[in-house]
């Protein structure tokens, strides 16, 4: 069964910095696109990035400039760097497998950024 798991989550001051990670199951991940999205209370779940296998990168244009993601497909993971972290990025942070039209979703890892 395919299920991703991220870990990493936590709180964080504003301005600050968290690396979250997401380990994924499969034996041929380096075909997965691989992504980050959230979801804050009363809110609808948004992108954060995406890396596709040959790995071309989107970024949501809340986060482009602040957040990085990469892979390691030796490792079966994806990374996500977050920098200069606002309130706002405050969200729960799911970790997102995809192949085709198909698409597996971790159990998200909660990110509070608060002083």
């Known amino acids: 069964q395919v299920q991703p798991v991220e870990s990493g989550g936590g709180l964080v001051q504003p301005g600050g910095s968290l690396s979250l990670s997401c380990t994924a199951s499969g034996s041929i991940f380096s075909r997965y696109t691989m992504g980050w999205y959230r979801q804050a209370p009363g809110k609808q779940r948004e992108l954060v990035a995406t890396i596709t296998s040959a790995g071309i990168i989107n970024y949501g244009d809340s986060v482009k400039g602040r957040f990085s993601i990469s892979r390691d497909n030796a490792k079966n993971t994806v990374a996500l760097q977050m920098n200069s972290l606002k309130p706002e990025d405050t969200a729960v942070y799911y970790c997102?497998?995809?192949?085709?039209?198909?698409?597996?979703w971790g159990q998200g890892t909660q990110v509070t950024v608060s002083s």
């Open positions: 997102q497998q995809g192949l085709g039209s198909v698409a597996w």
